[in-house]
């Protein structure tokens, strides 16, 4: 296609687009880059890839509007019945003296779950007068992102690194350059590949698979009357979490001798999608019909779950796993009201692991001995804790008044939530 | 079909008579042998129920691929299809934030914003001459972006009314293939029997001649990549009240699968020939392609790999070199007396 026009011009149009956009887009800007005081946040929107995202996703479905919600919680912290929105360490005591600056990286930062974690990571980090300064950064499933902003800031004088590391082992290296450069680089939640303990990284927090394997046969084995007929589905294949958690659960099916069975020898990949895992349990439905029990390892797919049953004319199936979302929460509240035998159970506040990262690389910073905070030469295992056990009755209440991704097991207030999430 | 090839009305030789199936049939023939493969060895994935669970995401998929079809008619392919489901999804979503008295404001909120990104496409294509893989391309990254900054991270769910209708049925058969039809009805029959569906066809067929005959070519393409944008927010606002909280990576998957939706569909990816309903069928088709890999307990890359060597057979039976050496091999395993090419 020739048009008459000279280069020029085309160079004056695609400036006056560029002008364009970029206006349109800050001015439909629904939110924008927050920081805690005194912190400073850089974030790059970047185009997204397919690389794998961790559970603790919280693209959750449910309805906020649900019928059968209960009241919502009226004073702040009254998240669960455990007490779950406190941190059990005492920041404080780790602070030192030396002035410290902080960096809190996300491979992926695009949903409420790490929105409100960064913010924990904040709130943490201001308990200490000394921290100068937290900067953020979401690399965007981006490991290349991911890795330079490290080396980056290892150049600029951050200290402390709080690296959620969503690409495994590609991101050791640079956590490695950084440690040799002075910085305490500590990771939360996922594993960070092959990295050793202390060298590598100076701490890693990871979820306790065992203790969380286990709790979950006990509450399947229950829910299904030592019946069952369970499947773990999860997120992309040769994810970090599903394996070992299935690895984990077959142990204790083992040891127990519990009346409960995996129809499929090895996780069903559903990239934690929504869609994905509707799929993918209508497709073990069609394979499996009697089919009485699910595994999630991020429970904000729950919803998903539930409409493939209800498609199939089948009652709600048991549901065990980890990270669960407000409106997980109001999903099961109004499910309950037809299906009063719908059970699930979840363990959570997955989002502490940050602030217990941090704590350790601050002590480590400032040479402080820290052995409550856990081991410092082999992965911390943080303690999940029961926030969703209908057998027990224990179900937090539906909140109306925040987003249906927020966590509301975070040591966060409701106020603060209502602040990270707006 | 090239005249030298043609054939004597009697007696057509198998491969032309292959030629004219490819050219309309084929992806029936292939959605009705994929539905014998099923029948013979995961017949489960032919229940009612598991139908029931594919048709909602084979009639998202299949509202997308209108759009992509229409771009690729042209000549050209819109990958910026990722972002402006994403971002009329997420819009949807956060503008209404749960009112149902703002859903149809958000509605046009969500349309109006992925038009504009389709006019960026048209006048990237046609008035800067960008090829449209890099415009549209650039396009995406900027509609990801915008939703990045939108949803800061925190996306919200779509209004009870969105999501009901969405999952609801009527008739027994899910809302969303009902929208996915009216979409599919209304391109296939504006493209067939109207005059600015002829003239669009002519512009896809050959861009010089349709502007030598006084057509204005830049026009319409403009108005291609709107309207395929309007087809990519119609499918992010169906897809935000079936999932009812549609994350910032929800449109990701829509990139590859309508591609190939369109290709296996039987639209020509150097564009003129276009198969809108062959584009709806070939979703389906892909739909229930994965119903069954995810039977069979395949892995996951398995459906990725399935449906690239999808697209290589579409485009090596739309590409009349290959088509000319099949035809070649075929004429060769025939005996002589029944080849009757004319010349």
Known sequence: ?422 | MPPTERATASGRPLLERLGGLREASMIWIALVVLVVVCALFEPSTLKGSAILSMLPFAAILAIAAVGQCLVIQQGGIDFSVVGSITLSAVIVCGHAAGDGGKLFEAILMALGAVLIAGLINGIAVTMLRITPIIATLATNALLLGAVQTYTNGVPQSATKGLSEFAIDKTLGIPHTVYIAAIFVAVAAVVLAKTVVGRRFIAIGANPDAAKAAGLRVNRYLIGTYMLAALCYGAAGIVLAGYVKTPGTTVGNPYLLSTITAVVVGGTALGGGRGRVVGAAVAAVFLSQLESFISATGAPPSVSLLVQSAAIAVAVGFSSSEAAGSLRRLFAGLQPRGRTRLAR
Not at chain 1, 211 to 217: A, S
Not at chain 1, 231 to 253: C, H, R, V, Y
Not at chain 1, 303 to 331: D, H, M, T, W, Y
């Open chain 1, 1 to 422: 296609m020739n048009i008459p026009g000279s280069s020029a011009l085309r160079r004056i149009l695609i400036l006056c687009l560029c002008l364009a956009l970029g206006v349109g887009i800050a001015a439909c800007g629904g939110g924008s880059s927050s920081t805690s005081g005194g912190s400073t946040a850089s974030e790059e929107p970047a185009e997204e890839t397919g690389t794998e995202t961790p559970p603790a996703e919280t693209e959750s479905e449910g309805e906020s509007e649900s019928e059968g919600e209960t009241e919502t919680a009226s004073a702040e912290g009254e998240y669960g019945q455990l007490e779950i929105g406190e941190l059990n360490f005492d920041m404080s005591k780790y602070c030192g003296e030396k002035p410290t600056v902080v960096g809190a990286i996300d491979g992926f930062g695009g949903n409420t779950w790490r929105v409100e974690t960064r913010a924990l990571v904040e709130k943490t980090a201001k308990e200490c007068p000394n921290v100068t300064e937290v900067k953020y950064f979401d690399a965007n499933l981006d490991p290349e992102k991911f890795n330079s902003t490290i080396s980056a800031w290892a150049a600029q004088g951050v200290n402390i690194i709080v690296a959620f590391d969503d690409f495994g082992q590609s991101a050791v290296p640079a956590f490695k350059a950084a440690q040799l450069a002075g910085v305490k680089v500590v990771t939360d939640n996922a594993i960070p590949g092959n990295a050793q303990i202390p060298g590598d990284v100076t701490a890693a927090v990871i979820p306790d698979f065992e203790k969380g394997g286990k709790e979950w046969v006990e509450f399947l084995n229950e829910a299904t009357k030592e019946k069952g007929q369970i499947a773990l589905i999860g997120g992309p294949a040769g994810n970090q979490f599903d394996t070992p958690s299935q690895e984990a659960m077959e142990k204790a099916i083992e040891e127990t001798g519990a009346g409960v069975e995996f129809v499929e020898s090895e996780p069903v990949v559903a990239n934690w999608e929504l869609a994905k895992t509707q799929q993918a349990t209508a497709a073990l439905l069609n394979k499996y019909p009697d089919l009485n029990g699910v595994v999630l390892t991020a429970m904000f797919a729950a919803p998903a779950v539930n409409r493939a049953f209800e498609a199939a004319g089948k009652p709600l199936p048991a549901i065990a796993g980890q990270s669960s979302s407000n409106e997980v929460i109001c999903e099961i509240h109004e499910k309950q009201q037809k299906e009063p035998n719908y059970n699930v159970f979840s363990l959570d506040g997955s989002a502490q692991q940050a602030a217990l990262a941090l704590a350790k690389g601050m002590a480590a910073y400032q040479e402080i001995e820290a052995p409550e905070l856990g081991p410092t030469d082999e992965p911390t295992k943080a303690n999940y804790k029961v926030y969703i056990d209908t057998l027990k009755d224990m179900l937090p209440p539906c909140e109306k008044s925040l987003p249906g991704g927020a966590d509301l097991s975070t040591a966060l207030t409701k106020s603060e939530i209502e602040e990270v999430v707006k």
